[in-house]
């Protein structure tokens, strides 16, 4: 089970952080990713955390963190310096290794407006 929570409205500019609460799998040990989809547009992973490495869409480098506490079961993405172009529906997704993503929660909307 996954479940996203965090989105919201903000100005350009502004911040959000986004929680994913995850049960019913081994958290620590698997890769998870936080994918999002803009309306009319296909869906873009924005960042990866595996269990060695962080990966993140050039689209958002320096301006999101992503990060894991394996103690509570939960991916965290901070994003800073939002911008319209970040709206979109985000989801969290468990990586199962091949790059393809086979659970998925029910998403966050994420909202970038003046």
Not at 19 to 30: D, I, K, N, Q
Not at 51 to 66: E, Q
């Amino acid at each position: 089970q996954i479940v996203e929570s965090g989105g919201g409205m903000v100005q350009p500019g502004g911040s959000l952080r986004l929680s994913c609460a995850t049960a019913g799998f081994t958290f620590s040990m698997v890769p998870m990713g936080w994918v999002r989809q803009a309306p009319g547009k296909g869906p873009e992973c924005v960042s990866l955390s595996t269990t060695r490495n962080i990966y993140y869409a050039d689209s958002v480098k320096g301006r999101f963190t992503i990060s894991r506490d394996n103690a509570k079961n939960t991916l965290i993405l901070q994003m800073n310096s939002l911008k319209p172009e970040d709206t979109a529906l985000y989801y969290c997704a468990r990586e199962e290794g091949t790059g393809a993503y086979d659970l998925w929660g029910q998403g966050t909307q994420v909202i970038v407006s003046s």
